[in-house]
C-alpha cells in the first residue's frame, strides 16, 4: 500500500459525459501527479500540482482539467468524454515538486462505452 | 526529446533462473532512474532508484539495477526468479530538478515452473 488513494476503482460511462477521478496524496506531500495507462499511449503524464499550484503539464487534452484543494487532495475532470478516453488514470505523489520519487495510487479504470 | 526503450516487450523465465530486463534512455543529461512494477490489477510500486553515486542500486523484493553512463542503460536485474514476480515492469526516466516521469512502454515477465 502506497498510502496514496484513488476513487472511484471503477467507471463505466457514456461517450460525451463528464466524470471526476479523486486522489489523496500520502500524508505529507505536496505533489500530485496524472498519468493516464493505455493499450496504445503507454503510461503518459497528464499534469503536476504542487501545493495547490499548477507546476507541470504533459499531455493533457483540453477537455481534461485537475485542480488540487487546500487539503492537498486533487480532482481529475474528463469532459465531452471519447471512446478513446478508456484507460487507466493514476495519480501519484510525491514530497516536494521536483526529483523525488513519486507513489502510486492503485488506479481508477475508466470505461467510455 | 527523452525517451525511455525497453526492448523486450515479453520474457519468459523458469522459476529460480535468473533475469535480466533491459532499459534504454535517451536524455541531455543524466536522469534520475527507476523501476516500477505492475501487478494485475494494481497500481505501480517502485522496486528501485538511481539518484547518483554507486552505479549499482539495491531495491526491494532482491532486485538489483546498474546505470551505465557510456551505455544510457539502467538494467534491472534478480539473481534467481520467484513465480510472484510475474507483472508488468516499467523503467522510467525523470529529470532530476523537474517533475514528470517518463516511461518505457513495459515489460511482461512471465515465469513458468
Known amino acids: 500500500d502506497s498510502g496514496v488513494t484513488q476513487t472511484p476503482k471503477h467507471l463505466i460511462t457514456a461517450t460525451g459525459q463528464r466524470v471526476t477521478l479523486r486522489c489523496s496524496p500520502r500524508s505529507g506531500d505536496l505533489s500530485v501527479y496524472w498519468y493516464q495507462q493505455s493499450l496504445d499511449q503507454g503510461l503518459q503524464f497528464l499534469i503536476q500540482?504542487?501545493?495547490?499550484?499548477?507546476?507541470a503539464k504533459g499531455n493533457i487534452l483540453e477537455r481534461f482539467s485537475a485542480q488540487q484543494f487546500p487539503d492537498l487532495h486533487s480532482e481529475l475532470n474528463l469532459s465531452s468524454l471519447e471512446l478513446g478516453d478508456s484507460a487507466l488514470y493514476f495519480c501519484?505523489?510525491?514530497?516536494?515538486?521536483?526529483?523525488?520519487?513519486?507513489?502510486f495510487g492503485p488506479g481508477t479504470r475508466l470505461t467510455v462505452l | 526529446a527523452q525517451s525511455v526503450t525497453q526492448p523486450d516487450i515479453h520474457i519468459t523465465v523458469s522459476e529460480g533462473a535468473s533475469l535480466e530486463l533491459r532499459c534504454n534512455y535517451s536524455y541531455g543529461a543524466t536522469p534520475y532512474l527507476f523501476w516500477y512494477v505492475q501487478s494485475p490489477g494494481q497500481g505501480l510500486q517502485l522496486l528501485l532508484k538511481y539518484f547518483s553515486g554507486d552505479t549499482l542500486v539495491q531495491g526491494i523484493k532482491g532486485f538489483e539495477a546498474e546505470f551505465k553512463r557510456s551505455q544510457s542503460s539502467f538494467n534491472l536485474r534478480k539473481p534467481s526468479v520467484h513465480w510472484s514476480d510475474a507483472a508488468e515492469y516499467f523503467c522510467a526516466v525523470g529529470p532530476p530538478y523537474g517533475n514528470k516521469l517518463v516511461f518505457g512502454a513495459g515489460t511482461i515477465l512471465r515465469v513458468k515452473s
Open positions: 500540482y504542487y501545493n495547490g499550484e499548477e507546476r
Open positions: 501519484a505523489s510525491s514530497a516536494s515538486g521536483t526529483g523525488n520519487e513519486q507513489f
